[in-house]
């Protein structure tokens, strides 16, 4: 089954760096890589995704690039704010709707 | 239009004992997983629904069951609690994002905090 790896488990930044999270996977099959954003004490919410017929997608501040070649994935975020503080999970579609996720990411942004 | 409702928010079981965590959606969408997530594991798939009365084991179904009666309902059952199951639960519903693309956008529950003494 698929397998995905997400590096590094803590981030810390300066309010307005750049921050990328990165991901692998295994499965060649996989067609669908989506990244959730986790406020503490909330639920995992939708921040962006890209498919693998795509090699990069934009939404203002945050981007993620796909390589299929190399099976791995990034979560771009642009001039970070301290509302960016969460905790990050890629994933990957492995099969019918199994949707398997990385470890998490917590970035932390000071002001 | 609730999205997806869990309960209940909170719960201690004994070991041994069994429970069930309600899920609810009122999206019409026929995909159901239910998640937990643990410190530094990310969120691992227990079980999953891709339509009423049909389900499938994900990547920790062991000690858990589940059924899909209606549309709307998902239910996790938890048969003889044991403390490794101390875990916050999501449950998440989704649809086709797009046709004949295979992708789905999970939207998730607000998840149950369960302790196993």
């Known amino acids: 089954g698929e397998n995905v790896e997400q590096h590094p488990s803590t981030l810390s930044v300066q309010e307005g760096d750049s921050a990328v999270i990165k991901c692998t996977y295994s499965d060649s099959a996989s067609n669908y890589f989506p990244w959730y954003k986790q406020e503490l004490g909330k639920r995992p919410q939708l921040i962006i995704d890209i498919r693998s017929n795509v090699g990069e997608k934009k939404d203002q501040r945050i981007a993620v690039t796909l390589n299929k070649t190399a099976k791995h994935f990034s979560l771009h975020i642009t001039e970070t704010q301290p509302e960016d503080s969460a905790v990050y999970f890629c994933a990957a579609i492995s099969g019918f709707q199994k949707l398997v996720f990385g470890t998490g990411t917590r970035l932390l942004v000071s002001p | 239009n609730a999205g997806v409702t869990q309960t209940p928010k909170f719960q201690v079981l004994k070991t041994g004992q069994s429970m069930t965590l309600q899920c609810a959606q009122d999206m019409n969408h026929e995909y159901m997983s239910w998640y937990r997530q643990d410190p530094g594991m990310g969120l691992r798939l227990i079980h999953y629904?891709?339509?009423?009365?049909?389900?499938d084991q994900g990547e920790v179904p062991n000690g858990y069951n589940v059924s899909r009666s209606t549309t709307e309902d998902f239910p996790l059952r938890l048969l003889s609690a044991a403390p490794s199951q101390t875990s916050v639960y999501f449950c998440?519903?989704?649809?086709?994002?797009?046709?004949?693309?295979?992708?789905?956008?999970?939207?998730f529950g607000a998840g149950s905090r369960l302790t196993v003494l």
């Open positions: 629904s891709v339509g009423a009365g049909i389900t």
């Open positions: 998440a519903s989704s649809y086709q994002a797009a046709s004949g693309s295979g992708a789905n956008v999970l939207t």
